[in-house]
């Protein structure tokens, strides 16, 4: 993939965390460490974009999802999450 230089500003504590990945061989250069990190972003706005399409999707073809709606889902995924840990820590 062909490399395009650019300038940027960046809040310093960000550029001490991008030299001491470097300092510690978790990346090869600020470069590097800050495109990853661009990537990243530009995966997770790409599967945002996706995921609020497949919601509009299903709002349009069952309505809104209420308030109450996204509490209950997170209380039973809280449930969920909960039970996984208890089962892991009686296998381990």
């Known amino acids: 993939m062909q490399k395009q230089r650019v300038t940027v500003t960046v809040d310093e504590p960000l550029v001490d965390a991008a030299a001491a990945a470097v300092r510690e ?3 090869r250069s600020v470069s590097e460490w800050i495109g ?5 972003r530009h995966d ?8 609020s399409r497949l919601v509009a ?12 709606e996204i509490a ?4 039973r995924d809280r449930d969920a999450a909960a039970s996984f840990r208890a089962a892991a820590r009686q296998a381990g």
Do not use: C, K, S
């Open 25 to 27: 061989g978790r990346a």
């Open 36 to 40: 990853e990190a661009m990537a990243q």
């Open 57 to 68: 999707e299903y709002e349009a073809e069952h309505g809104f999802i209420t308030d109450e």
């Open 44 to 51: 997770r706005d790409q599967r945002l974009a996706v995921l």
């Open 72 to 75: 209950d889902q997170a209380q």
